[in-house]
């Protein structure tokens, strides 16, 4: 049974209390917008809401951290259910990591519109439309466990439409074995529905990018429900800075001419499909070739970086390059390795470090003391298999780079 067609809008993970970071510097024209983002990307979330005429919201946590975010994260959201209120349209939210019920500030009042879950214990509504019933919206606030107990959520008795909101890591299988319609999720950054049919399991993602991993499109969920009971869900982007890692494919023959043309045409194709969108790009030069070992070392990577920001950076919307590296891959020739020379040799000892994980890389030796932790973080980085690798790889190409001679560039 349903009582569609209708739309509800899914969100999660607005974290307000936390601005775009790991950048070195975000250029001073871009400051503002940085602070900002979170709340403008929030807002657009609730537009969405009303331009959409959803019959009602379901939160999924993370919303924000009122301690970090002050009074104002929580007077922002208050005037966006308000919004919502004046249209009748309920707000279903389930408590996260940061934002579990008892957080929220006891001076400042939530609208009635606002239902929030309990901690740890599945409570239901029903959404109403008109006086009859739209929805069945179980929930729960996340508990010091964590983990969602699939088992304590049962789709409505009477057939109504069941999404249940909450927050947290769970098999998607066995969600999907508790024959609701929606599994409306929060708490991962990125969005994704790892199952579709016959139940949606859906986490939207957060409104905004964070970081330059927090890569793509960002956004809410407009979920459509039709009169078979059948549910679709679709992307409304909302984010008001987008980070973009793109890569560009070089060879022997590749000149510098030729790799700007290559880095113009792209960033003309980034400018139309992603419109009206604030960009941070890192680029990232694959392929063969001498460009890429000056790309590595000497000035070539700043210059290029230095052309990029000047010629599309402070445009409106702009699209900031915060970066330009050579991709580090190693394909070298095989013999390179069996060789009497000090390039074979070294590339032995990498070899060997890549082949025992167990072994440590003990760079502290070679580093004064006290100065590896500001290198490389705190905690050691070097001891988290990607890091380590990364690391091993880097170093093989830049001994590659200064133990090979002018006459085998490539
Ligand atoms: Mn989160």
């Given amino acids: 049974m349903s009582n569609g067609p209708f739309r509800f809008l899914h969100a999660s993970d607005f974290h307000l209390e936390m601005p775009p970071h790991g ?21 657009q979330v609730f537009e969405t809401a009303l331009a959409e005429e959803v019959g ?97 959520f049962s789709p409505s008795p009477g057939g109504l439409i069941t999404v249940a909101a909450v927050h947290g890591a769970a098999e998607p299988e066995a969600l999907q074995q508790r024959g609701l319609h929606y599994w409306a999720l929060g708490g991962r950054h990125h969005r994704s529905t790892p199952l579709s049919v016959p139940t949606l399991v859906h986490w939207p993602g957060s409104p905004q990018g964070r970081r330059p991993s927090e ?80 790309l590595r070392r000497g000035p070539l990577a700043a210059e290029l970086l230095e052309w990029l920001r000047g010629e599309y950076g402070y445009g409106s919307p702009s699209a900031w390059s915060l970066a330009i590296e050579a991709e580090p891959s190693l394909m070298l020739p095989p013999e390179w390795f069996e060789q009497e020379t000090i390039r074979a040799d070294f590339l032995r000892a990498i070899r060997h470090y890549e082949r025992s994980p167990e072994e440590p890389l003990d760079l502290d030796v070679y580093l004064p003391e006290g100065e590896l932790a500001e290198v490389i973080g705190p905690g050691l980085a070097l001891a988290d298999p990607p890091a380590r690798n990364r690391a091993l790889r880097e170093a093989a190409l830049l001994g590659v780079d200064l133990l090979t001679g002018k006459e085998a560039s490539s």
Wanted: proline share 7%; net charge negative.
């Fill in 23 to 43: 950048v070195a510097e975000v250029p001073e024209h871009l400051t503002d917008l940085f602070l900002e983002a979170p709340y403008a990307a929030a807002e």
């Fill in 56 to 152: 009602f919201v379901v939160l999924s946590g993370d919303l924000l951290d009122p301690q970090h975010t002050g009074p104002r994260g929580p007077l922002f959201l208050v005037e966006q259910f308000a919004r919502l209120a004046e249209r009748g349209i309920p707000v279903y939210w389930a408590g996260g990591a940061v934002d579990p019920p008892e957080v929220w500030p006891t001076a400042i009042r939530l609208p009635e519109n606002v239902h929030r879950f309990p901690v740890g214990r599945v409570e239901s509504f029903t959404a109403q439309r008109e006086g009859s019933p739209l929805a069945c919206i179980l929930g729960a606030s996340r508990d010091a466990r964590h983990s969602i107990r699939a088992g304590e």
């Fill in 215 to 294: 890569s793509g499109m960002h956004g809410c969920t407009v979920v459509h429900v039709d009169e078979q009971a059948r549910l679709r869900n679709t992307l409304t982007t909302t984010d008001v800075l987008r980070w973009l890692s793109e890569r560009l494919v070089v060879d022997e023959a590749t000149s510098r001419d030729t790799l700007e043309t290559q880095l113009r045409e792209r960033m003309h194709t980034l400018r139309e499909t992603n419109s009206n969108v604030d960009l941070i790009i890192s680029w990232v030069i694959a392929g063969a070739g001498p460009l890429l070992g000056k």
